[in-house]
């Protein structure tokens, strides 16, 4: 089937193209390049433009009458810079996204696969949440991803719309033929600042946040491999409406990640481990709008996807590495990083 995919030349945007097309489906592109790089879409049917110009999705809805299914992954993902600059939060991941879904709807393409987060959840005593745990997201990122299940589900409950949610929790790791990864040269989230200092490429890992109520004192995190997290968007797309039916609603919400969690001196130590060198760390207070962490109860996933993780963490890091390693030269190669 066709497949339209908001966000497609974004980092798990574009490794979930693959892994669509390598299911034998076919992706088509809509992206602003805001930050995802023009070399991420070669090959590839890619409209550039931005999710609320309605006239630019009822063209390409127009022109791929097909498409059975939006995999909407556009949107800003920053924790820290979403504190710092909330509007530009809520205007494009909230307001931009009410406008696509409108058109969708107008269009007679209601099934909507939303890229939320497990951000959303509350910090449970157990650090174990499930898809009824309390959610009490901590940051204007968190916040617009829990506000765009919320329209979703109202506009699922007026027949406007048929919506399903993944929440992520942690992906890392790359496209396994790195083909596409972390577009960013300076990745600001924990595992791309470890294999910076790993790499030589700055002096010392800062470790935010070391007196947190977790068996070391430092964040705990489900780290689920980015080739996993797509192979679970196939899934979604493919038992899209069987989803729906066995939750007995228009809108459904599924936890994507391993069921494991990991602390980020765990992840520090499983660093060197893979890379054999030592990674000198400094300490340093949490950032405002940092959780605790969490990981998933991935039944649901496992029940009605018939999903579940096949990569370890060393195998996620090892990914990782190898494409931090051949980033610079797939994206010369391919065209160049976009804006």
Do not use: C
């Amino acid at each position: 089937m066709k497949v339209l995919v908001t966000g497609g030349a974004g980092y798990l945007g574009s490794v979930t193209a693959t892994a669509l097309e390598r299911a034998g489906h076919e992706p088509v592109i809509l992206d602003s390049l805001l930050t995802g790089p023009r070399a991420f879409t070669t090959n590839r049917i890619f409209y550039e433009g931005d999710i609320a110009d309605r006239r630019l999705v009822r063209q390409i809805l127009a022109e791929h009458p097909e498409i059975a299914v939006t995999v909407h992954m556009a949107a800003r993902a920053s924790v820290p810079e979403s504190v710092a600059h909330p509007a530009a939060y809520y205007r494009d991941n909230v307001a931009k996204s009410l406008d696509l879904f409108e058109e969708l709807s107008d269009a007679g393409h209601p099934r909507v696969l939303f890229s939320s987060s497990a951000a959303v959840y509350a910090h449970s005593p157990s650090f174990e949440v499930d898809e009824s745990s309390p959610v009490a997201p901590g940051s204007p990122y968190a916040r617009t991803k829990l506000m765009v299940e919320q329209i979703m589900a109202d506009l699922a409950g007026a027949g406007l719309l048929r919506g399903a949610s993944l929440r992520y929790f942690n992906p890392i790791g790359s496209d396994p033929q790195l083909r596409s990864g972390i577009h960013a040269a300076e990745p600001l989230h924990v595992l791309g600042q470890l294999i910076r200092t790993a790499r030589g490429e700055q002096d010392e890992f800062i470790l935010t946040g070391t007196d947190l109520p977790t068996r070391d004192g430092t964040g705990l995190r489900d780290y689920v491999h980015a080739w996993d997290l797509a192979r679970a968007h196939v899934r979604a797309v493919e038992r899209f409406d069987a989803l729906l039916t066995a939750v007995g609603n228009e809108a459904a919400v599924v936890n994507i990640g391993t069921g494991t969690g990991v602390t980020v001196r765990e992840l520090h130590a499983a660093v060197e481990r893979v890379t054999g060198r030592r990674v000198p760390v400094r300490e340093a207070p949490a950032r405002p709008g940092d959780a605790i962490g969490a990981y998933a109860n991935v039944d649901r996933a496992k029940a009605l996807l018939g999903w579940q993780a096949e990569l370890n963490l060393d195998e996620a890091i090892a990914s990782s590495i190898a494409w931090a390693e051949r980033r610079a030269e797939v994206l010369a190669v391919r065209g160049g990083e976009g804006r």
